[in-house]
């Protein structure tokens, strides 16, 4: 039973910290398009969002060298799990600010969320000891 808390409590570690940077970033993208009033394209906003989420994967690993999942497998079962959960929510995020009637940047959509959250997931998977 204690096994089980241990692998319950690393992941949620590691869904709290991805959904903690993509909401910071979300919440830059929004200061950003307040201030320029320029929506790229979305091949150009994709490759933005990857290079973003990799670069925050390394700033991640700057605070936490660390991975909060140590067994090998479950780290790889981390990288398909996590980025879906924290695009999920980054979308529901989205659909509360759209009913609010707040202006929506591209991590408020799931297929920008997961993006990035999956390319800072493989960052951390590949250089997280």
């Not at 201030?35 to 991640?60: D, E, K, N, Q, Y």
């Amino acid at each position: 039973m204690e096994f089980l808390f241990e692998i319950l409590f690393q992941f949620i570690s590691e869904i709290l910290l991805q959904l903690i940077i993509n909401v910071c970033c979300e919440l830059g993208l929004r200061g950003l398009a307040r201030v320029h009033r320029w929506l790229p394209s979305p091949p150009i906003a994709a490759a933005w969002i990857t290079l973003s989420g990799v670069a925050a994967g390394g700033i991640s690993l700057l605070i936490l060298p660390h991975s909060a999942i140590h067994e090998p497998a479950l780290r790889l079962v981390n990288l398909a799990v996590t980025p879906v959960l924290a695009g999920g929510m980054m979308m529901i995020l989205g659909r509360f600010r759209a009913k609010r009637g707040q202006e929506l940047v591209r991590l408020d959509r799931f297929g920008y969320a997961f993006l990035f959250a999956f390319m800072m997931a493989l960052t951390r998977y590949n250089w997280a000891v």
